[in-house]
């Protein structure tokens, strides 16, 4: 009996702490709606493995975007942006199904997963990562508008070692504020997202240059800015 009793008395804590922590995210997730994020768990895991390096990131209003940067980064990254509610259960079953053939584990994240990973998550494939991932990507498509959910993901997408946000990557990059972007300079930051610690805004490779000859055509295909009118 004080075996079962015990097995009770951590159940229970267990589920009041599960239900702490959710509460805790739906918090902060309905604050962040409306407060701009100080800082997102990527910039902090960069500056404590980098302690003499600055992170570099500088806040900036969707509507001081130039428009072609949310356009590069959904025409390079997730197309069904305006649609899905924030995981693209088609593009999982995809993956998984791709991963039981033993083709390896892709990563099938849209827009608002990679914001939900970058503010609070770590780096990783694991399903552990990647259920945590999908819960609050539902969430955040949930409590958030899409643009918002835009204006925070191109605040705190890294965009180089240490560069986070589009208006920090459109100064160093090009010397200009983010509203001033062209398409062809959106799209040459938007193509070093998968990977900006190796990919080079600054001394594109041909596979840079070729994903960005790949997002204008998308972008163009897409109906151009007409396309965010339906967010």
Same mark, same amino acid.
């Given at each position: 009996?004080?075996?079962?009793?015990?097995?009770?008395?951590?159940? $229970?804590? /267990? /589920?009041?702490? =599960?239900?702490?922590?959710?509460?805790?995210?739906?918090?902060?997730?309905?604050?962040?709606?409306?407060?701009?994020?100080?800082?997102?768990?990527? !910039?902090?895991?960069?500056?404590?493995?980098?302690?003499?390096?600055?992170?570099?990131?500088?806040?900036?209003? =969707?509507?001081? !975007?130039?428009?072609? !940067?949310?356009?590069?980064?959904?025409?390079?990254?997730?197309? $069904?942006?305006p649609d899905h509610w924030g995981v693209d259960f088609a593009a999982i079953r995809k993956a998984l199904a791709e991963y039981r053939a033993g083709e390896g584990l892709r990563g099938a994240s849209t827009i608002t997963q990679q914001t939900a990973k970058n503010l609070f998550l770590w780096n990783g494939r694991s399903f552990v990562r990647k259920t945590l991932e999908a819960g609050l990507a539902l969430a955040v498509d949930g409590l958030?508008?899409?643009?918002?959910?835009?204006?925070?993901?191109?605040?705190?997408?890294?965009?180089?070692?240490?560069?986070?946000?589009?208006?920090?990557?459109?100064?160093?990059?090009?010397?200009?504020?983010?509203?001033?972007?062209?398409?062809?300079?959106?799209?040459?930051?938007?193509?070093?997202?998968?990977?900006?610690?190796?990919?080079?805004?600054?001394?594109?490779?041909?596979? /840079?240059?070729?994903?960005?000859?790949?997002?204008?055509?998308? !972008?163009?295909?897409?109906?151009?800015?007409?396309?965010?009118?339906?967010?």
């Amino acid at each position: 009996m004080a075996r079962i009793s015990i097995v009770k008395r951590l159940s $229970r804590t /267990v /589920v009041w702490a =599960f239900l702490a922590l959710v509460l805790l995210f739906v918090s902060l997730l309905l604050l962040f709606r409306y407060v701009n994020p100080p800082t997102s768990a990527f !910039m902090l895991s960069y500056s404590f493995a980098n302690p003499d390096e600055d992170v570099q990131q500088r806040w900036v209003g =969707f509507s001081d !975007m130039s428009p072609w !940067m949310p356009l590069a980064v959904v025409a390079s990254e997730d197309q $069904r942006f305006p649609d899905h509610w924030g995981v693209d259960f088609a593009a999982i079953r995809k993956a998984l199904a791709e991963y039981r053939a033993g083709e390896g584990l892709r990563g099938a994240s849209t827009i608002t997963q990679q914001t939900a990973k970058n503010l609070f998550l770590w780096n990783g494939r694991s399903f552990v990562r990647k259920t945590l991932e999908a819960g609050l990507a539902l969430a955040v498509d949930g409590l958030w508008p899409k643009r918002r959910i835009l204006e925070v993901y191109l605040n705190i997408a890294e965009f180089g070692p240490g560069i986070y946000g589009v208006e920090a990557a459109s100064q160093l990059y090009f010397g200009i504020p983010a509203r001033q972007l062209s398409a062809a300079q959106a799209a040459r930051l938007a193509a070093v997202l998968p990977n900006p610690k190796v990919l080079s805004v600054a001394s594109p490779s041909p596979y /840079v240059r070729d994903r960005i000859f790949w997002i204008r055509g998308q !972008m163009d295909q897409l109906s151009g800015l007409q396309y965010l009118k339906r967010l």
